[in-house]
């Protein structure tokens, strides 16, 4: 992977992004370690969330504009899904181990 000469600087690290793009997150999937940073970006015009599925959760976005980021560093290791609360059919996971 090359860094980027164009656009948007390059994350400093893979693996710990997650772009919100054509509804949907991509990776929908993501696996990280315990003690990750992981950054959401929006990239649709709509706003979006990142919000943990089920009660209790730590993902807690307020509504994301275009080009609006969120992040969270995860300290325990889990599964956590999340969803956009404006549109709950975009869904995403991110497993810690």
Known sequence: MSP???????????????AIKNFA????TLK???GTTVTWTNQD????TVTSAGSGGPLRSAA?????????TFT???TYAYLCT???FMTGTVEVT
């Open 32 to 34: 990280v370690k315990v």
């Open 76 to 78: 325990k290791p889990g």
């Open 25 to 28: 997150f991509s990776p929908a």
């Open 4 to 18: 980027s000469t164009t656009g948007a600087p390059a994350a400093p690290v893979t693996g710990n992004a997650v």
């Open 45 to 48: 015009t709509d706003p979006h």
């Open 64 to 72: 994301l504009a275009t080009h609006a980021a969120y992040t969270y």
């Open 86 to 88: 404006i549109h709950p």
